[in-house]
């Protein structure tokens, strides 16, 4: 096959799969004003971040990052195992650890690459493991999973009947290990932890709770769902992200200690990856910091998205869950649903994307709207408003 014919091949492959070239829309956060953004036709209003508190853009964390520029430079230089490690690197691991109230805790340079990383070790490296998995979970542990080797049962989405089902059937002597998200990072709904829980204690099983879009949002001190529940120590290893609700970039995991040393020792996503630069380490560090220490910033987008779902409500707009400040609407077509976030940038200035496969599956196209701490009731009123005249002109399915 010569060059010609490779390309041709991916011409045709998006034919035949549908796939289409993704477009971003290119803009500029303004410090300080955050939802507020620029673009070349303008400024915007965000309403699809996922710095959901405004810690990206926080004054602790912005002074604390200037500062450890200014001493260590922009670069790490290189990977943790080759001089990489700075002191804000073991703090920021010691950090989480402490906030989910486990032994240790390994920092990696994206959400991503936590869960591919440690899922990958934590489920393949003991023989003959089964892994039960949540139908909806996120591509990076579906990856890790897959890296693992394990042998996986797939239980329906949120499904604790279903879960205890594979679990009985499975041979009682061989090792299980349940992974699941406790908010969905596009339904926005959230699992019933204590329930699954108490299955992982009865069945004997690791349990690997993935609470990226909770932690610095719920539970005292934001250390997630689990702890707000209080079920936070019947989970062995908790994950979580630097990259939400803090503001910045990066991922973690933690749990017991012989459990952390072997990620860092065979994670091929920690050990073969450029550490993250001292000064993001440094500004997620202050933002952990900074929410362990205040509700205040927690408070605000939890009001503002239950001003957002009951205004929707109202217009009969439907919404997959209520149950976080991640606010789904259900377009459930691709075309209609791209108009769906155009429109209102065009006409507005406000920028939601659409969310399409593979994000979701075909037939449940969205808009992740994520109203955040930064954004005030009026515009709250505004765009809901603006979506409303959008939804009626394009003939969109109202809730029934």
């Known amino acids: 096959m010569d060059i010609s014919s490779y390309m041709d091949f991916f011409v045709r492959l998006a034919r035949e799969t549908g796939d289409r070239k993704r477009e971003?829309?290119?803009?500029?956060?303004?410090?300080?004003?955050?939802?507020?953004?620029?673009?070349?036709?303008?400024?915007?209003?965000?309403?699809?971040?996922?710095?959901?508190?405004?810690?990206?853009?926080?004054?602790?964390?912005?002074?604390?990052?200037?500062?450890?520029?200014?001493?260590?430079?922009?670069?790490?230089?290189?990977?943790?195992?080759?001089?990489?490690?700075?002191?804000?690197?073991?703090?920021?691991?010691?950090?989480?650890?402490?906030?989910?109230?486990?032994?240790?805790?390994?920092?990696?340079?994206?959400?991503?690459?936590?869960?591919?990383?440690?899922?990958?070790?934590?489920?393949?490296?003991?023989?003959?493991?089964?892994?039960?998995?949540?139908?909806?979970?996120?591509?990076?542990?579906?990856?890790?999973?897959?890296?693992?080797?394990?042998?996986?049962?797939?239980?329906?989405?949120?499904?604790?009947?279903?879960?205890?089902?594979?679990?009985?059937?499975?041979?009682?002597?061989?090792?299980?290990?349940?992974?699941l998200e406790s908010v969905h990072s596009m339904r926005g709904d959230i699992a019933p932890l204590a329930e699954i829980a108490g299955l992982a204690k009865r069945y004997g099983a690791v349990t690997f709770l993935d609470e990226v879009h909770a932690v610095g949002m719920y539970g005292p001190g934001g250390a997630g769902i689990a702890a707000r529940d209080g079920v936070h120590c019947e989970f062995t290893v908790v994950m979580g992200t630097l990259a939400k609700a803090f503001g910045m970039t990066g991922g973690y995991v933690t749990g017991p200690a012989v459990l952390m040393d072997a990620v860092r020792a065979r994670a091929r996503s920690f050990v073969f990856t450029t550490a993250l630069p001292p000064a993001v380490?440094?500004?997620?560090?202050?933002?952990?910091?900074?929410?362990?220490?205040?509700?205040?910033?927690?408070?605000?987008?939890?009001?503002?998205?239950?001003?957002?779902?009951?205004?929707?409500?109202?217009?009969?707009?439907?919404?997959?869950?209520?149950?976080?400040?991640?606010?789904?609407?259900?377009?459930?077509?691709?075309?209609?649903?791209?108009?769906?976030?155009?429109?209102?940038?065009?006409?507005?200035g406000a920028y939601v994307q659409a969310i399409d496969a593979p994000s979701v599956p075909a037939g449940e196209e969205i808009l992740r709207i994520a109203p955040s701490a930064v954004h005030e009731t009026e515009e709250i009123h505004r765009f809901v408003d603006a979506l409303d005249g959008i939804w009626s002109e394009l003939g969109a399915a109202r809730r029934v």
């Not at 897959?146 to 009682?172: Q, T, Y």
């Not at 779902?309 to 209520?322: F, K, Q, T």
């Open 24 to 179: 971003f829309l290119e803009l500029g956060r303004k410090a300080g004003r955050f939802p507020a953004a620029s673009t070349s036709n303008g400024e915007i209003s965000i309403w699809c971040s996922n710095d959901c508190l405004g810690m990206g853009q926080h004054p602790d964390v912005l002074d604390t990052m200037k500062r450890a520029l200014d001493e260590y430079g922009g670069g790490s230089g290189g990977s943790r195992n080759t001089g990489g490690t700075n002191h804000f690197h073991v703090a920021l691991e010691r950090e989480p650890a402490e906030l989910h109230g486990k032994e240790d805790a390994v920092l990696f340079t994206s959400g991503y690459s936590a869960n591919e990383g440690s899922l990958s070790v934590l489920a393949g490296a003991v023989d003959d493991c089964q892994v039960f998995s949540d139908s909806a979970n996120h591509a990076s542990i579906i990856d890790g999973l897959r890296h693992s080797g394990a042998r996986k049962h797939v239980f329906r989405h949120n499904d604790g009947r279903h879960l205890e089902e594979l679990l009985a059937a499975a041979d009682r002597d061989k090792p299980k290990f349940i992974a």
């Open 281 to 348: 380490a440094a500004g997620a560090l202050a933002a952990v910091r900074h929410l362990r220490g205040s509700d205040e910033e927690r408070r605000r987008p939890a009001e503002n998205a239950r001003l957002t779902h009951g205004l929707l409500r109202e217009r009969d707009i439907p919404v997959l869950s209520d149950r976080s400040p991640i606010v789904p609407v259900l377009v459930g077509e691709d075309r209609m649903c791209k108009r769906m976030s155009a429109l209102p940038l065009e006409r507005h």
